[in-house]
């Protein structure tokens, strides 16, 4: 499917133009891999995030370094209260200023490995859009690089909120349905520009190597660039559907919800060709929404404990509801760090083997018709909020 210039445009903020300067600017990518040996199958995330880079263009700044950086000799000084202890100095606690390119396993054993670039490290090549961040490639149609990150230097740099392992990437990527719609704010913007996106290559990962195959599966991609994180970050997608009612897959079907904005969810979708579309910074009476993310009581769920998805849509012409679960010993839990620094973080809660259904009716005259009733499988599910940190 060939993309329309506006969203290849869009997908571009912040790396190309003058409004380059925003304060978070993410690209998220995600897919599944068949391992070559055992055929296990696994999902994974890639991201590029931009975090302030042109505050310290030719040097990473993380806002998580070590508060004091002193030696042994100056710490035994400062135990016996010598005048030495008095020249000791915490290191000043400043906005991070990088960009990050992480790449990560979520579902079964979920990790992510995390690498670090300056502004100076990274060249963009306008037409075609292509980008290179250090020995990294992101473009329009393309995706490749290496991290290496050793046991010593994880123990060393808990600062890069990253695990120990290996992982390389060559992948080539093509959107089948797009969405320039999501959330569009003058500080705050959301869009699954790839809602449906076919991904095709190889990811080695600590050894294991995966083929990701187009035919066989499933891909999503989005972008995002605010201000500040939101009080509370939810996020559920997915493009693995089948239908309760015919019994047949939906090939053709796929939706992203995103919050919180404005104590709202926007709600992207298309099945079999017809979108159903509610973005958040439209007119509050245009619809309502009710999305929560609580665990299962026990007594509901004896095996095995798990979290619950909830989100229902309610408007003049739709109402939709949307229940995903996950079980909790699926969950990656990551911290993102906030733009502003001063140690505040997003703690967010990840899985990508979500399950549930999704039921859609329709309002005629006074009565619901059901449109469909589908089984969900391998949704992406994601809960955060935001916490604050300590000068």
Not at 138 to 146: C, H, R, V
Not at 368 to 375: D, P, V
């Amino acid at each position: 499917m060939a993309v329309s210039k506006s969203i290849i445009k869009k997908s571009r903020f912040g790396y190309t133009n003058s409004k380059k300067k925003a304060n978070l600017n993410r690209w998220r990518f995600f897919f599944n891999g068949i391992e070559r040996i055992s055929g296990t199958e696994t999902k994974f995330f890639l991201e590029m995030e931009m975090l302030n880079p042109w505050n310290s263009p030719s040097e990473v700044q993380l806002g998580f370094k070590p508060r004091i950086n002193i030696s042994a000799d100056d710490l035994q000084y400062a135990l016996a209260g010598t005048q030495s202890a008095e020249n000791l100095v915490s290191e000043q606690i400043v906005q991070p200023s990088y960009t990050v390119v992480r790449i990560g396993i979520i579902g079964n054993s979920p990790k992510q490995l995390c690498a670090y670039h300056s502004q100076d490290e990274i060249s963009i090549t306008p037409k075609p859009f292509s980008m290179q961040v250090g020995n990294k490639i992101f473009s329009e149609n393309k995706l490749s690089g290496f991290i290496n990150i050793s046991e010593e230097e994880m123990q060393k740099h808990p600062e890069f909120f990253s695990e120990s392992g290996f992982a390389k990437w060559d992948l080539s990527y093509e959107i089948q349905k797009d969405f320039k719609e999501g959330y569009n704010q003058k500080t705050e913007v959301w869009f699954p520009f790839g809602i449906k996106t076919l991904f095709s290559g190889v990811v080695s990962f600590d050894g294991a190597e995966y083929i990701i195959d187009s035919k066989k599966g499933f891909g999503y991609t989005e972008r995002y660039w605010t201000k500040s994180y939101p009080d509370e970050w939810f996020h559920i997608s997915s493009t693995t559907m089948s239908s309760l009612i015919s019994g047949k897959t939906l090939f053709n079907s796929s939706f992203a919800v995103q919050g919180t904005f404005e104590d709202r969810v926007s709600f992207i979708s298309d099945f079999e060709g017809s979108e159903i579309v509610f973005t958040a910074d439209s007119s509050k009476r245009r619809y309502s929404t009710v999305f929560s993310c609580i665990q299962t009581p026990e007594s509901e769920d004896m095996d095995e404990n798990k979290l619950h998805w909830s989100v229902s849509i309610n408007s003049k012409l739709w109402v939709i509801d949307i229940d995903l679960f996950c079980r909790i010993k699926d969950l990656y839990n990551r911290t993102l760090e906030a733009p502003e620094g001063n140690r505040k973080v997003m703690s967010v809660v990840q899985t990508g083997t979500g399950v549930g259904e999704i039921k859609l009716f329709k309002r005629i005259r006074n009565d619901l018709e059901q449109i469909e009733y589908a089984k969900i499988t391998k949704a992406v599910c994601e809960f955060g909020h935001t916490e604050e940190g300590t000068v």
